[in-house]
């Protein structure tokens, strides 16, 4: 978890300027100790008080940090780009993740599990499931952590029990 953790930072400081300009277009470079630090300035859209608002976003990176952490006026929902998360983890892990599929438990496995949105109470179901269908969850000929979360996906919106309970 803590490889998944340096990875999402990494990530998230690679798209500080990116998210500075899509999370509020209308009022400057959105979140962070820039926006609260110069957001009394009367002219929000002026071009002098947006460009103090990046500049000490950028200096401090604090607008990462409140984007991540949810503070400084910044807001998440906690998911670090839907999908990405999962298919960031199987990179991190995958010959693990394919030992213990064909296992059928195992910690990473587990990890695997709960950020699918998988409840701890049916992750007993979710990794009867991969030990299961083994083989067409890790294909020999295209063995690959995207093509495994997709195909992870997949069987998951299938299950009988897990599509229902599934946080996807």
């Avoid at 277009?25 to 630090?37: H, N, Q, S, W």
């Avoid at 699918?116 to 990794?127: D, L």
Wanted: charged share 15%; hydrophobic share 45%; net charge negative.
């Amino acid at each position: 978890m803590k490889k998944v953790l340096m990875l999402s930072v990494a990530v998230l400081f690679g798209m500080q300027a990116g998210l500075a300009m899509a999370a509020n277009p209308d009022t400057g470079p959105g979140c962070g100790l820039g926006k609260l630090a110069w957001g009394d300035y009367k002219g929000q859209k002026e071009i002098a008080p947006q460009v103090l608002m990046a500049t000490t976003n950028g200096t401090f990176w604090s607008q990462t940090f409140g984007i991540s952490t949810g503070t400084s006026g910044c807001t998440n929902d906690g998911k670090i780009m839907g999908d990405s998360k999962t298919v960031m983890f199987a990179e991190l892990n995958f010959e693990n993740l394919s030992q213990e599929m064909a296992q059928g438990h195992g910690e990473h496995l587990a990890s695997m599990a709960t950020l699918m949105g998988v409840p701890a109470e049916h992750q007993a179901e979710f990794f009867a499931m991969t030990q299961e269908r083994y083989t067409s969850l890790v294909k020999a000929g295209e063995a690959s952590p995207v093509a495994m979360v997709k195909a992870l996906n997949d069987a998951v919106a299938a299950h009988p029990v897990l599509a229902k309970v599934s946080l996807r």
